[in-house]
């Protein structure tokens, strides 16, 4: 079974900082564009970061920008993204996606990916 698996949320305070996991089982990222996403109640999902299967390419929504950094780990199958300063409206669900023909921008931007996980939540407050 093919799946893509989100860890590593949960409740902070803000001001802190959290890292998500997405790990890959019955396949290998190696070759896939993967982004994390996330969508809050009665709100837009949203598209955070985005990176290539190189690691060399990313993208970042204007609302993370020098917050956030994606990185993956091909060795270990798993894209990480690393979340700082955290506030309360970065409070959603994230999940991570994969696609195979596509862009950092095309994926982040016009939701173009192939599977998605199921989601962790992320909870910023006081």
């Known amino acids: 079974q093919l799946q893509l698996v989100e860890s590593g949320g949960g409740l902070v305070q803000p001001g802190g900082s959290l890292r998500l996991s997405c790990s890959a089982s019955?396949?290998?990222?190696?070759?896939?564009?993967i982004g994390w996403f996330r969508q809050a109640p009665g709100k837009e999902r949203e598209g955070v970061s985005c990176i290539d299967s190189s690691g060399g390419s990313t993208y970042y929504a204007d609302s993370v920008k020098g917050r956030f950094t994606i990185s993956r780990d091909n060795a270990k199958n798993t894209v990480y993204l690393q979340m700082t300063r955290l506030k309360p409206e970065d409070t959603a669900v994230y999940y991570c996606?994969?696609?195979?023909?596509?862009?950092?921008?095309?994926?982040?931007?016009?939701?173009?990916?192939?599977?998605r996980g199921q989601g962790t939540q992320v909870a910023v407050s006081s």
């Open positions: 019955g396949f290998f990222l190696d070759y896939y564009v």
């Open positions: 996606v994969a696609g195979s023909y596509t862009t950092v921008q095309a994926m982040c931007r016009l939701y173009e990916y192939d599977r």
